[in-house]
């Protein structure tokens, strides 16, 4: 039974504690003019203090604008805010998604078939077996579908949490994927992405995925319908074949049987859209590498769960990521923060990071609902390097705003075409070095003013497990930066409006009935009407 007043909801939230006023002071006083070229200039072992080991990842935060008091006193942050008893919460399955009653318990997916050393009875145990069966049968079920020639191609319909993980983690892990086997993602109610995927596809040989948590989202359910009916008028395909043809991702497991769905796979309340890529939501990947790449997915992610529950807070990187994160947005004002990773594999990975930041921290309220003093979520955007270079990189180094960078590397190439990999790697260091040194100039116009941070994370090789370990790293950090600012991470009402408002506005292209709407969105309409 949870306590009347449960450490999620009394914890002090960061601008509350006593240690946030001496964090300005700190930032006024040396933060705010922190030269990080000074910074290396004066202590020789500034590397390997802002540097940290975690599994499978080396995180370099020493081109970071802070330094060993800034860190001393986010350090003290953590603790005022009691992220681990938070922490602790979450992983005990407390619910602490407050707004919607629920436990946030994603990192149960990854977790062993037996719990650790016992220290009491397991009051997970339910959860953990479900876990277990459904992740048995859902991996079978991928080896049956690796083992089947007559299936080519997999398309998996689904938007949000049940693409980008997926899409994601497809892309990351190529290198892995079993040949002869397409997979094809569809998430937008935009008819284009559907009508152009199907046009290459033969319904015999297709698979189709269809992935909602709720199985209501209208996107796909759209897409869902629309592929069904595809499949239905091909030749020689009946009614009856929907059932060998599409399988259902979801804890709605009524509504997928209800659309003729026989074969589903399911996961429950207790794990958010955008953290379901360990759940049944994981198939594509599944599909793709192998029941034994996925479990190593899994066990790569529930390394870096035991870094983030056991390393003290000062050695653990998503504890300090976290914090430099509310550093940079509460101090220093920097309201985005450039993802660029160094792997064209990883090409999704910064659109995947923008739902799993800003979903869950571009909160306005505290669990209290009341407004927040202190800006959350910062903006976060980019794109694999060294495209990004080509593009954005001119405003990084000479832009008004400070960006920090989040620069993804790794080592190991997976492909033996001479020169790349060296070349790859030396401009990721030379970005994060140009834009810290900066080049002086007499010419504005060549000038580089530098001390611009970044953040230097490095991979050894891009594997399933090293994977799931970044993927890991960022939850946590999300929920570090979420924990201190004192909003819940785990809901995302802000979608709900833009729904609603759509569903009145639809009809009215048919019927051009602008009555009610403001005098922009009725003569938008109209325009819009006369052409569509
Ligand atoms: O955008 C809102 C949202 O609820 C996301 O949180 C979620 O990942 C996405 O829609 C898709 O939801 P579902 O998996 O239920 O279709």
Redesign the pocket.
């Known amino acids: 039974m949870a306590a009347a007043h449960p450490i999620w909801q009394t914890r002090p939230r960061g601008d509350q504690t006593s240690v946030w006023p001496r964090l300005r002071d700190h930032f006024a006083k040396s933060g705010a003019g922190l030269d990080l070229r000074q910074a290396f200039a004066a202590d020789a072992r500034r590397f390997e203090r802002f540097s940290q080991s975690a599994p499978y990842i080396f995180g370099d935060l020493s081109k970071n604008r802070i330094d060993a008091v800034t860190e001393q006193l986010l350090l003290e942050l953590a603790a005022e805010c009691r992220i681990k008893a938070h922490r602790d919460a979450m992983f005990a399955g407390e619910p602490i998604n407050t707004t919607e009653g629920r436990a946030v318990l994603h990192t149960l997916l990854r977790a062993p078939r037996e719990p650790g050393p016992a220290t009491g009875p397991d009051k997970l145990a339910a959860q953990r077996a479900q876990v277990h069966e459904t992740l048995d049968a859902m991996l079978a079920f991928a080896e049956s579908v690796r083992a089947d020639a007559t299936i080519t191609d997999i398309v998996n319909i689904?938007?949000?949490?049940?693409?980008?993980g997926p899409q994601m983690a497809v892309q990351a892990l190529d290198a892995f994927a079993i040949p002869g086997k397409r997979l094809h993602f569809v998430s937008n109610v935009d008819g284009h992405e559907l009508a152009a995927t199907l046009r290459h596809l033969q319904a015999r040989s297709t698979l189709f995925l269809i992935?909602?948590?709720?199985?209501?989202?209208i996107?796909?359910m759209t897409n869902a319908r629309s592929a069904r009916h595809w499949f239905e008028s091909q030749a020689g395909i009946g009614r009856a074949d929907v059932a060998r043809h599409f399988v259902g991702l979801?804890t709605n497991l009524a509504a997928a049987q209800e659309f003729g769905i026989h074969t589903t796979f399911g996961f429950w309340d207790w794990v958010?859209?955008?953290y379901?890529v360990w759940s049944a939501?994981g198939l594509p990947l599944a599909i793709a590498i192998g029941a034994e790449g996925f479990r190593a997915f899994l066990a790569g992610a529930h390394q870096m769960d035991r870094h983030f529950c056991t390393a003290p807070l000062s050695a653990n990187l998503p504890v300090r990521l976290g914090l430099l994160d509310v550093w940079y947005r509460n101090f220093h004002g920097f309201s985005s923060r450039c993802v660029a990773p160094y792997h064209s594999a990883l090409r999704r990975y910064p659109a995947y990071l923008q739902?799993l930041e800003m979903?869950s921290n571009g909160k306005r309220v505290g669990l209290d609902g009341q407004p927040l003093a202190a800006g959350t979520s910062p903006v976060i955007w980019g794109e694999p390097g060294t495209n990004g270079q080509h593009a954005y990189f001119q405003m990084l180094h000479q832009g008004t705003d400070v960006v920090p960078v989040e620069f993804v590397t790794v080592a190991r190439a997976r492909h033996d075409l001479p020169g790349h990999q060296s070349m790859l790697l030396a401009n990721a260091l030379a970005q994060a070095q140009a834009l810290m040194q900066g080049k002086a100039d007499s010419g504005g116009h060549r000038n580089f003013p530098g001390n611009r941070p970044s953040t230097f994370l490095l991979l050894d090789d891009l594997t399933p497990q090293s994977f799931g370990a970044l993927i890991a790293l960022q939850e946590h950090r999300v929920f570090v930066s979420g924990s201190v600012w004192g909003l819940n991470s785990f809901d995302?009402w802000g979608?709900e409006l833009g729904k609603v408002l759509a569903k009145d506005i639809e009809p009215r292209l048919a019927s051009g009935a602008g009555a009610g709407l403001d005098a922009s969105t009725a003569g938008l309409l109209a325009r819009i009407r006369a052409d569509y």
């Open positions: 689904g938007i949000g949490g049940s693409d980008l992935a909602s948590k709720t199985f209501t989202t996107e796909t979801t958010g859209g955008r379901s939501i739902q979903e995302q979608v």
